[in-house]
């Protein structure tokens, strides 16, 4: 059972498009992070968010987290090739403060 | 500051073999986490540690691992009789305190059994 799905599973965008990532579950998280990895690298932290209903944005990234915190979104505006890779949500579930549970990742691909 | 560092990067090992993956965390982070990505997933949670005391297990965790941080900093991740479903990679994670968002991932280890 994934406790984290996110959709879509791939996007494949021209540059100087928008996006929208979504990261849904029926559980509760206290927290929740975005991240993205290159091929044969490690994930890299973009954001995390702990607040029901919080918006943070980052350049031309912005993330917010759902009222109940069971959800996120990641919106990308204008994407850039640079954008390129996979987009991965991660929670930490109410009461299990100590790992992180991964969504299934979005692999986006920005062409010029 | 440095970031997590792994090694190796990459490892091939025939079925059958023990192998011995190492973490160095980020200096002062007293938590590291060891994570399992197969190849289009997202990475599974395998175990983790508070200094030197590993406080939680995943099932994914079978008898062949083990994971060791003897002094509180490094890690080791051994799997005896590697079998090819262990290919994969193997991440790792530190964080300061309590609180498991903010871990910053190293880059990895990818193991190949054949």
């Known amino acids: 059972t994934q406790l984290l799905e996110q959709s879509p599973q791939f996007l494949s965008i021209q540059e100087g498009e928008n996006l929208t990532v979504y990261c849904n579950s029926s559980s509760v998280f206290s927290s929740l992070q975005w991240y993205r990895q290159e091929p044969g690298e490690g994930p890299v932290l973009l954001v995390t968010v702990v607040t029901g209903g919080e918006v943070k944005k980052l350049k031309r990234l912005t993330f917010q987290f759902g009222d109940a915190r069971k959800d996120s979104s990641l919106h990308i505006t204008a994407a850039q090739p640079g954008d390129t890779g996979l987009y991965l949500c991660a929670g930490a579930r109410t009461g299990t403060a100590s790992k992180l549970t991964f969504g299934t990742g979005t692999r986006l691909q920005v062409t010029l | 500051d440095t970031g997590v560092s792994q090694d190796p990067r990459h490892k091939i090992t025939k079925r059958g073999q023990n192998v011995t993956f190492r973490c160095d965390p980020i200096?002062?982070?007293?938590?590291l986490y060891w994570y399992r990505q197969t190849l289009g997933q997202g990475p599974e949670f395998l175990t983790y540690f508070q200094n030197e005391a590993q406080l939680e297990k995943s099932r994914l965790l079978s008898d062949r691992f083990s994971a060791e941080r003897p002094k509180g900093s490094f890690s080791t991740l051994e799997i005896q009789r590697t079998e090819q479903g262990d290919s994969a990679m193997y991440l790792c994670?530190?964080?300061?305190?309590?609180?498991?968002?903010?871990?910053?991932f190293g880059p990895g280890t990818r193991l190949t059994v054949t």
């Open positions: 994670a530190s964080s300061l305190g309590p609180l498991a968002y903010e871990q910053y």
């Open positions: 200096s002062e982070h007293n938590r």
